[in-house]
């Protein structure tokens, strides 16, 4: 029987990082990658053609070789103070944030990233944006932008697999994992459909896909967890022409708002200038909404999409976040027919449901076809409500026009995380030789910081 050095579940960027570095440093590892999506090159979303989803199991948008967030769209975040995508720096320090920060965008750029950072404009211009945006009641978080755009970080990704391949990395693609093999407090290996695979070190990289499944085996091999942050918001979608000034300069703005009502905390989320709203699929056929922009200027579209996502920190006795947000994301899809809910604002703001009547002589035309017009009170609980609608009100003000009544509201959006996993300096958890990185284990909430996780771990683990 052979035997891993490494077994990684999961390859979205986390585990694909941990591979490469892994590998690079020791070419006579055994790493086995198990991945319940496809291959990148078979990684094909029919709807962008037919606009009308197929129910692909599993969905070809949120699972497969880079996962979901690299698929849909492909943004590097360049923050060296920590602050956009995840906790990361709370676990491995400033000073090894910022030197693991610059390792892995030197990787992306060797397979092809743009070169071109946004953000990075004069500081006057920049300092225009954050003067109106305290004005505004918004703090924004300075950050550089890589966009890899969404046809891009498919040629990228390719190459990445191709050298984890040439590297000898062994990746079973369509092979779910079932369960860990855990004896006398010790992981020993993987269960999947038919097999079993053995291995020194189990590493959990699943991405948020795959984050009920995580939260199922922690409770089954009594790993130690506590409640996590779950963002439940809305899809918005505008007239490019509103957002111009700002994609022009930062082409993803981080703006966060501290709601006048409850003091919520709200933020934008994967802002996509002129690109479309899409749909994904996770278990149990749940639709969500989400967005995606292209490189290419012959793909582009005439609307800017963002996401506008309401942060809930859960406390006793109440443990299942991601239970809550997958109610709340079928109460939208039971109204939708199984699809995803598009409301106008302005029938948002004044408790009516949108019709398909007023929909087609909405001044912004929806770029998610099959969206199903209907009505987001009937979903969203009333405290986040008031929450999109004061961010929204935020928003206008720093961009007139964003406010009115005809911008889109798609939802629901959820990002799912796990419960949070408490992990060591190595992010080993409580069961010996079991490791949880990115996403789904709570640590990072995107894709620099889910790549950074892989590659800070791999160092860590091989010193």
Same mark, same amino acid.
């Given at each position: 029987?052979?035997?891993?050095?490494?077994?990684?579940?999961?390859?979205?960027?986390?585990?694909?990082?941990?591979?490469?570095?892994?590998?690079?440093?020791?070419?006579?590892?055994?790493?086995?990658?198990?991945?319940?999506?496809?291959?990148?090159?078979?990684?094909?979303?029919?709807?962008?053609?037919?606009?009308?989803?197929?129910?692909?199991?599993?969905?070809?948008?949120?699972?497969?070789?880079?996962?979901?967030?690299?698929?849909?769209?492909?943004?590097?975040?360049?923050?060296?103070?920590?602050?956009?995508?995840?906790?990361?720096?709370?676990?491995?320090?400033?000073?090894?944030?910022?030197?693991?920060?610059?390792?892995?965008?030197?990787?992306?750029?060797?397979?092809?990233?743009?070169?071109?950072?946004?953000?990075?404009?004069?500081?006057?211009?920049?300092?225009?944006?954050?003067?109106?945006?305290?004005?505004?009641?918004?703090?924004?978080?300075?950050?550089?932008?890589?966009h890899l755009g969404t046809e891009k970080a498919f040629e990228i990704y390719s190459k990445i697999q191709e050298e984890l391949e040439n590297l000898g990395v062994e990746i079973k693609f369509e092979s779910p994992v079932k369960d860990f093999i855990v004896e006398n407090g010790e992981a020993l290996g993987v269960e999947c459909k038919?097999?079993?695979?053995?291995?020194?070190?189990?590493?959990?990289?699943?991405?948020?896909?795959?984050?009920?499944?995580?939260?199922?085996?922690?409770?089954?091999?009594?790993?130690?967890?506590?409640?996590?942050?779950?963002?439940?918001?809305?899809?918005?979608?505008?007239?490019?022409?509103?957002?111009?000034?700002?994609?022009?300069?930062?082409?993803?703005?981080?703006?966060?708002?501290?709601?006048?009502?409850?003091?919520?905390?709200?933020?934008?989320?994967?802002?996509?200038?002129?690109?479309?709203?899409?749909?994904?699929?996770?278990?149990?056929?749940?639709?969500?909404?989400?967005?995606?922009?292209?490189?290419?200027?012959?793909?582009?579209?005439?609307?800017?999409?963002?996401?506008?996502?309401?942060?809930?920190?859960?406390?006793?006795? #109440?443990?299942?976040?991601?239970?809550?947000?997958?109610?709340?994301?079928?109460?939208?899809?039971?109204?939708?027919?199984?699809?995803?809910?598009?409301?106008?604002?302005?029938?948002?703001?004044?408790?009516?449901?949108?019709?398909?009547?007023?929909?087609?002589?909405?001044?912004?035309?929806?770029?998610?076809?099959?969206?199903?017009?209907?009505?987001?009170?009937?979903?969203?609980?009333?405290?986040?409500?008031?929450?999109?609608?004061?961010?929204?009100?935020?928003?206008?003000?720093?961009?007139?026009?964003?406010?009115?009544?005809?911008?889109?509201?798609?939802?629901?959006?959820?990002?799912?995380?796990?419960?949070?996993?408490?992990?060591?300096?190595?992010?080993?958890?409580?069961?010996?030789?079991?490791?949880?990185?990115?996403?789904?284990?709570?640590?990072?909430?995107?894709?620099?910081?889910?790549?950074?996780?892989?590659?800070? #771990?791999?160092?860590?683990?091989?010193?």
């Amino acid at each position: 029987m052979k035997k891993y050095d490494f077994i990684i579940v999961g390859a979205g960027p986390s585990g694909i990082f941990a591979a490469y570095e892994l590998k690079k440093n020791n070419s006579k590892l055994n790493i086995l990658i198990l991945e319940k999506g496809k291959s990148i090159k078979k990684r094909v979303c029919p709807k962008r053609k037919t606009y009308s989803c197929v129910d692909c199991y599993p969905c070809n948008i949120t699972t497969g070789f880079s996962g979901a967030g690299a698929f849909s769209d492909g943004k590097l975040s360049l923050n060296d103070h920590g602050e956009v995508g995840g906790n990361l720096i709370n676990y491995i320090g400033k000073k090894n944030y910022v030197k693991t920060l610059k390792e892995t965008d030197d990787i992306y750029l060797k397979f092809g990233a743009d070169e071109k950072v946004y953000g990075n404009s004069s500081d006057a211009e920049i300092a225009e944006i954050k003067e109106k945006a305290i004005k505004c009641n918004l703090k924004l978080i300075e950050t550089g932008v890589r966009h890899l755009g969404t046809e891009k970080a498919f040629e990228i990704y390719s190459k990445i697999q191709e050298e984890l391949e040439n590297l000898g990395v062994e990746i079973k693609f369509e092979s779910p994992v079932k369960d860990f093999i855990v004896e006398n407090g010790e992981a020993l290996g993987v269960e999947c459909k038919d097999s079993k695979y053995y291995g020194d070190k189990i590493v959990a990289s699943v991405g948020r896909e795959g984050c009920a499944w995580l939260n199922e085996m922690c409770d089954r091999h009594n790993v130690n967890t506590e409640p996590g942050v779950i963002d439940i918001g809305v899809r918005v979608e505008c007239d490019s022409a509103i957002t111009k000034k700002i994609d022009d300069i930062s082409y993803e703005s981080k703006l966060v708002h501290y709601t006048k009502t409850f003091d919520d905390k709200v933020r934008t989320f994967c802002w996509n200038p002129r690109g479309e709203v899409s749909e994904e699929r996770y278990e149990g056929n749940l639709a969500l909404a989400n967005g995606h922009s292209y490189k290419e200027e012959k793909y582009k579209t005439n609307n800017t999409n963002l996401a506008l996502l309401v942060s809930k920190n859960f406390t006793e006795p #109440f443990k299942t976040p991601i239970d809550y947000g997958v109610h709340v994301a079928r109460l939208a899809n039971m109204l939708a027919g199984g699809k995803v809910l598009v409301q106008t604002f302005g029938d948002f703001k004044r408790g009516r449901r949108t019709t398909q009547k007023r929909l087609e002589r909405n001044i912004t035309e929806p770029t998610l076809k099959d969206a199903v017009p209907g009505d987001l009170s009937l979903v969203l609980p009333y405290r986040i409500m008031l929450a999109i609608k004061e961010m929204i009100e935020s928003l206008d003000k720093l961009m007139p026009g964003f406010a009115s009544d005809g911008t889109l509201l798609y939802g629901v959006e959820v990002k799912f995380y796990s419960n949070k996993i408490k992990l060591n300096d190595n992010f080993e958890t409580n069961v010996k030789n079991l490791y949880a990185l990115g996403d789904g284990a709570g640590v990072t909430r995107g894709l620099m910081q889910a790549s950074m996780n892989g590659m800070y #771990f791999a160092k860590k683990i091989g010193e």
